[in-house]
């Protein structure tokens, strides 16, 4: 008689291999989501607490208003903002539109009794220009300051969270760093970043050290070079801040970073794979503002270096950016 043999010890061991697979692939797809959440999700909450929504604009108090109000010496003011319009060029896709109107006064229509007005409507970004990035302006793989994720915050009708509406008077001592200066040009190039041997070497030739709760502006020279002569020019790219010098302004606690470019970070960036480093470690990881477009060049000609830096901003309820014209007395 022939016998047949039992195939359970086969199927037993197909099993078995068969479990051992799907603890491997599981293991390295616990792995991959980990290793994920540790470039993308993983984050260090403020240490102005878990609530903080503001960052580095804490540092500001009565007493420090007070101090840097005895940097007024001559009482100068110099107007940090640019004028734009419908042709200033800008970040793509941005653009704006303005058109001034005379409701129900056609035809010679006077609807209150003799009395002539003239409103304007707005449609446009509010990131043109001079302007302020929040901290809900950039992050990175959807995470932004103090561990607030997008899908938790960015809402179609406004953020709600890290808003510029939330940020607080900026009122505080202002230094401009003349870079352009220090490497005895009128402007730097695009695609050209300064490091922190340059920053510090400018700190030490103007007498202007970068101190706690500090406004630094960096004057390159770029937009008063380039931005009426060869606008595309201007914003095709833009000289800048190395990667380094954004952590070694994190580091000396500074309330915002600027710059006389539409930027702050160099473009073409100095590490192809990390486009807009600079605006990551200023706005998520430090809570610390930008300040794009500053007009620097009349402080650079005066020889004012240091200054009262006093911002108010426009109070769009959950805007992300906004328009400003920042004020430097002297």
């Avoid at 640019?82 to 010679?108: C, K, M």
């Avoid at 006389?260 to 486009?275: E, I, K, M, N, Y």
Wanted: include cysteine; glycine fraction near 10%.
């Amino acid at each position: 008689m022939t016998s047949k043999r039992n195939p359970q010890p086969i199927w037993d061991l197909l099993a078995c291999c068969g479990l051992a697979l799907l603890a491997a692939f599981g293991a390295l797809y616990a792995q991959a989501q980990t290793q994920g959440q540790t470039s993308a999700e993983q984050c260090e909450p403020s240490r102005w607490g878990a609530d903080d929504e503001v960052g580095n604009i804490n540092l500001i108090n009565a007493a420090s208003v007070l101090k840097a109000a005895e940097l007024i010496e001559t009482g100068r003011t110099y107007s940090l903002g640019i004028t734009i319009d419908a042709t200033t060029p800008a970040f793509a896709p941005r653009s704006l539109s303005l058109q001034v109107v005379q409701p129900g006064q056609q035809e010679s229509a006077r609807p209150n009794a003799g009395m002539t007005y003239n409103d304007d409507i707005f449609q446009g970004w509010f990131g043109i220009g001079s302007q302020l990035d929040g901290l809900g302006h950039l992050g990175y793989e959807g995470m932004y300051y103090n561990c607030n994720h997008a899908r938790d915050f960015a809402q179609i009708s406004g953020l709600t969270k890290l808003s510029t509406d939330k940020v607080p008077p900026m009122v505080a001592r202002g230094i401009v760093l003349d870079i352009a200066g220090h490497y005895g040009k009128e402007y730097l190039e695009a695609g050209q970043y300064f490091t922190v041997d340059d920053v510090q070497a400018v700190e030490r030739k103007q007498g202007t050290p970068i101190r706690q709760g500090d406004v630094v502006l960096f004057h390159t020279g770029w937009t008063d070079a380039k931005l009426k002569q060869d606008p595309q020019a201007w914003v095709s790219g833009e000289p800048g801040q190395s990667e380094e010098v954004a952590q070694y302004l994190a580091s000396k606690n500074v309330i915002a970073v600027g710059a006389d470019t539409w930027g702050l970070d160099v473009v073409p960036s100095q590490h192809a794979d990390r486009p807009f480093q600079g605006h990551v470690i200023l706005l998520k990881e430090n809570g610390i503002y930008i300040l794009e477009t500053m007009n620097t060049g009349p402080l650079v000609a005066d020889g004012v270096h240091e200054f009262l830096f006093v911002l108010g901003q426009a109070k769009v309820k959950g805007a992300v950016q906004m328009f400003i014209n920042p004020i430097a007395i002297d």
